[in-house]
């Protein structure tokens, strides 16, 4: 339109010039190089000039035209692009839904080809390729996405889980580390850099993660976050002792039991540290007011165990009739003082002893086993076999098992952590489990 315009007004001005130059009939010389010359009149000259600047104006308002509406077919053709690229993230987003991860992963390659900063469909093929166990391509399209959008603080999240998955752990602290320094009281994040520190048995970082987290958490914080800080608070102590640190290790367990009396490895800990200190005396004590705090059978075991060790049985002797004083119907006492008699081959005194633990528990299998072998010994092969058929046609030494009260892995091994599920303080007595033989003698 602007084209035609100004050629309308450029035939209206030749029309008008034409007519000044009819009534203005004078000449001049025109040179135009060094030697030639023509005679032109004034107003032809003037319409010369004229004619060749509209045709200038003329030739650049059709390239910019030309140039405009090039620009504006390649933005339709692009937007119908963009709108057919959408179209397949939302293709590929129900094939990822309905299970077709191929099809889909084809589908987004295919839009990200057309519009290759598109986030979502970025977002939607790293789904996409962790689904099909594909880690480094769902990593290499986070990280597309990560630099679309640096402020995005849920693809940072993503990248260090997967980063976790493939066991790179060192890359998952460093997002997770990033997070936490541009977003300061960043829970989660300081909950997986905890785990990332669990994971790598680094406990002091972990504590003091830990110890942030309950902190901020405050009156909020969960029974769970704080079993997790006490566990943390034992393996800090743990690898103070490993580090000859034994004062400092004393004093942390000391005051771990006093805040959690009921956490088992705290007790058999200090009482290790103490037995190898040379006060079995004081061992002894640390046990015994676990038991009383827990009644955990590993504290008998550790007893019975301390006693054998040191030489000292009739100490141990002692501390089970004070217990059977304290607790004359615990199954697990009289159960452990027949026991700890069959182990010194003190046959008579075990089997009356267990036939007491047999009247609080007569269907446990522990019991059952253990009167077996005790009846063996005095020859009453008949009763002993009839125990043995309870317990289900045991004929080898028989370990009791301990439980993890989280997951329910069994081990013949008290530990404080369960290597299973990874819980602190979960291992408990299991009796009757049939599980655990191994060939004879007596633990």
Known sequence: MAVRLLFLLFVVI????????????????????????????????????????????????????????????????DRQRREAARARVAKASGLFQRGLLDDAAAELQRSLSVNPDDREALVILADVETERKNHLEAVKALTRAKQIDPSDITVYFRLAT??????????????????????????????????????????????????????????????????????????????????????????????????????TAAYLALSQHLRGRGTPEEATETLLSGYRATRNAV???????????????????????DLLREFPSDYDVNLFQGKFFLR?????????????????????????????????????????????????GYKRRYLIPFRCTGCGQTTIKWTARCSSCGIWNGYDISHGDRVHAVPATIR
């Open 162 to 263: 997967l980063y976790r998955e493939m066991n790179d752990l060192e890359n998952a602290l460093s997002l997770l580390s990033r997070i936490e320094d541009s977003d300061g009281e960043n829970l989660r994040a300081w909950e997986e850099i905890r785990d990332i520190h669990i994971r790598r048995q680094e406990m002091d970082s972990a504590y003091a993660m830990q110890k942030r987290i309950v902190k901020l958490k405050g009156k909020t914080a969960s029974a769970g976050d704080k079993a997790l800080f006490d566990a943390l608070r034992y393996e800090r102590a743990v690898r103070r002792m490993e580090e000859g640190k034994t004062d400092d290790a004393e004093r942390r367990l000391r005051e771990l039991i006093k805040d959690t009396p009921t956490f």
């Open 344 to 392: 010194l081959e003190m046959n008579d005194e075990a089997l009356e002893q267990l036939l007491k633990a047999e009247l609080l528990d007569p269907e446990c299998g522990s019991v059952n086993i253990l009167l077996a072998e005790a009846l063996r010994r005095r020859g009453r092969y008949e009763s002993a076999c009839q125990h043995y058929q309870r317990a289900f």
């Open 299 to 321: 504290f008998l075991i550790k007893l019975e165990d301390l006693g054998v060790e040191t030489e000292r049985p009739e100490a141990m002797i002692a501390v089970y009739l």
């Open 14 to 77: 030749l029309v008008a010039f034409s007519y000044i130059s009819l009534l203005n009939g004078q000449h001049i010389q025109f040179f135009y190089s060094a030697t030639r010359q023509v005679e032109v009149t004034v107003s032809e000259l003037a319409i010369l000039a004229f004619s060749l600047g509209a045709a200038m104006v003329i030739l650049g308002t059709m390239v910019k035209d030309v140039t405009q509406a090039s620009k504006n077919w390649k933005e339709r053709r």
